[in-house]
């Protein structure tokens, strides 16, 4: 069980490192974000790694012999 948390913390990490990395690398947004445009990117780091957790919660419980 520890290593299966461990390896969703870590694909979560590397998730967020890769988001950042490709929003201050590539600047799809162009040069300056607005509102608007912050607004999606702070859902895409907190609700993506937010309902994968869910996700797995779930189907780590569903999963669980009586």
Do not use: D, H, Q
């Amino acid at each position: 069980m520890k290593k299966n948390i461990r390896m969703l913390i870590a694909g979560l990490a590397i998730y967020e490192v890769l988001l950042i990395t490709f929003v201050l690398v590539a600047e799809p947004y162009g040069t300056r974000m607005r509102s608007n445009e912050w607004v999606n990117f702070w859902s895409w780091v907190f609700v993506v790694p937010i309902a994968a957790c869910i996700i797995y919660y779930v189907v780590n419980w569903a999963s669980k012999k009586k």
